[in-house]
């Protein structure tokens, strides 16, 4: 553009480009739960199970998911693909990014009726433990687990469930062993 002493009459044309929504949604925390996720320093907190940002032009944005609870694990996916908590993305279509939130809590096992010093085990997902002592502990995220008592000889087991519900807490289980007649 040449301007020579007098004004130059230009003329723009603007066109809507794309804007694109992106989306967290959660599992793994208890109901009511506060989460945040702070996109290019725009942070947003959400008590539900999703939040977004919406009207996003094709860009990358720095991005970063804020764990409510210390020692949390939080995997975040786009589709199958494990993405880390922080870091930039590239946003140039609606994404959908999942987040599970994992903490683990203790559930305890403690058992009556035993001998002192018996061995006895509970297994919960494949992992079996075993123990002399009169508990068994196991560290969890919340969820529902089937469980097993051994079976002791000579003894059965009663007044347990065979699942345990870990539910934002620490869970006891009490198991009582019965000498068999």
Known sequence: M???????????????GSTDVLTFSEKGLPSGQSWCVELSG???????SSLSYANLTPATYGYAVVSPTAGQTITAKVGSTVIPNSGSMSVSKSTKVALTYSYPFTVTFTESGLPTGALWSVTIDKVTKSSTNSTITFSLPNGTYSYKVGAETGYSSSGAPSKATVNGAPLPVAVTFKAKT
């Open 2 to 16: 040449t301007v020579s002493g007098a004004p130059l009459p230009e003329s723009f044309s603007f066109v809507k």
């Open 42 to 48: 725009d942070a947003k907190c959400s008590t539900g």
